[in-house]
């Protein structure tokens, strides 16, 4: 399931980003990469134990913790603090790679279900970039307005296109959902965006009211089912 989220970051957050990431201690990116995906990857990034990373990161993390879109899409568990990345004109791309499976954070582990590009640059202001995504459904080319997140399963095959003019800033984090399978969690997905679509319905038919309690139910019990401690 590849779910685009539009319009996360408000005009004013995006602009207070983007001014801290100027100030950023960029290094190289391959230290947060795994043996096969380091071949392929060049590109920037901060240090995910600089304070402004970590500051940085709060924020999005803060944000995406009230978002109701993100939280239907993904059920999280558990969410593994964004890392900053910066591509340059000429030199930066991420081959085809897959997610490690496995993140150390925090003394333990968490199981990298979804991942997100969260995007910082106006995609006017740069060429190439593009995140690439092998998808069920066939190749996807993603490069959404600065402010936007994509959500997609680990498990797919994604780069980023070579960037030819400009750069692209971007955060990127894992999610370990509560239900770790992509099909169901395309089913809660769908329901509950159903759920409430039929709310905001009943709010003037009230002959809906017992058919919204009972998809809800539904719900509620599908997760029981399917959720993971």
Known sequence: MLIEIPAVLEPETLRHLR??????????????AGHQSAKAKHNLQIDARDPLAKELGETV???????????????????????????RAGTDWFGDHVDNAIRYWQGGTLRTDLSSTLFLSD???????ELTIQ?????????LPAGSLVLYPSSSLHGVTPVSRGE??????????LVR???QRRILFELD?????????????DALAPRVLALTNIYHNLVRRWATP
Request: proline fraction near 7%.
């Open 181 to 183: 399978d992509d099909g």
């Open 193 to 205: 965006q159903e759920i409430q679509a039929l709310q905001r319905d009943a709010a003037s038919q």
């Open 135 to 143: 998808d069920s459904f066939g190749p996807r080319s993603v490069k």
């Open 19 to 32: 001014a801290r990431l100027a100030e950023a201690a960029w290094g190289d990116g391959t230290a947060t």
């Open 168 to 177: 692209r800033l971007a955060a990127v984090f894992w999610t370990q959902s």
């Open 123 to 129: 995609p006017e202001s740069y060429d190439g970039g």
């Open 61 to 87: 993390l803060g944000i995406l913790g009230r978002h109701p879109l993100f939280l239907s899409a993904a059920l999280p568990q558990r969410v593994f603090p964004p890392l900053f990345a910066r591509y």
